[in-house]
């Protein structure tokens, strides 16, 4: 009975040992790139701290999607372009919609 006792104090004490151990890097690490400047600058797009890539960088958000007005494709905003208040993936799908006929012209 003594055994299973230390083997569950054993664990707990891990778990919280690991806990603290993540806590301390990301609070390393946040006050790396808030303090000494942008870490997230010099390093590879998407890799994190231990050069493993991941979905997003620490404190980064990851950027809106559009809809394409012509087409319907989500695409980045920062590669979007915006024409009469329509988003569109790019220009040449902007010029085919302005160019498409409307109203009576449709039928």
Known sequence: MRQIFL?????IVGQWLVKALRRADASRTSARTG???DAAANARPGA??????????AGQLA??????A?????????????????????HDHAQRYAAR??????R
């Open 7 to 11: 083997l569950i104090l054993l664990f």
């Open 35 to 37: 303090a000494g400047g």
């Open 48 to 57: 994190g701290a231990n050069g493993q890539t991941s979905g997003k960088t």
């Open 63 to 68: 950027e809106p999607m559009i809809r394409c």
């Open 70 to 90: 012509q087409c319907g494709v989500h695409a980045p905003k920062s590669d979007s372009v915006l024409v009469a208040g329509q988003t569109f993936c790019s």
């Open 101 to 106: 006929p409307t109203g009576r012209d449709a």
